[in-house]
């Protein structure tokens, strides 16, 4: 446990950061979730404006740090390729 004025400090501002990251993980994971269960559906129109919307929340986790540039750039590829096999 934390005995410094500092290190209780650092803790409070850990709790916060990771209800927000978890936050932002959770929003970015709906957004993704979307778009795969419309290419399971086989709409082609429907997930490529789903991927309109999760394409700026995804590379808006890199700006934020929660993700990887490498890791998002991974993902919309792979969607992106899964939408145009539709």
């Excluded at 995804?58 to 929660?66: A, D, E, I, K, T």
């Excluded at 998002?72 to 539709?86: E, P």
Aim: hydrophobic share 30%; proline share 1%.
């Amino acid at each position: 446990m934390a005995n410094h004025k500092s290190a209780k400090k650092r803790i409070r501002q850990t709790e916060r950061r990771t209800e927000v990251n978890r936050d932002r993980r959770g929003r970015v994971r709906t957004y993704v979730r979307k778009v795969e269960e419309a290419i399971e559906s086989g709409d082609k129109g429907n997930a490529q404006s789903a991927m309109l919307g999760a394409v700026p929340e995804l590379q808006r986790s890199v700006g934020h740090g929660l993700m990887h540039k490498n890791t998002v750039a991974r993902k919309i590829s792979r969607l992106t390729k899964r939408i145009k096999a539709l």
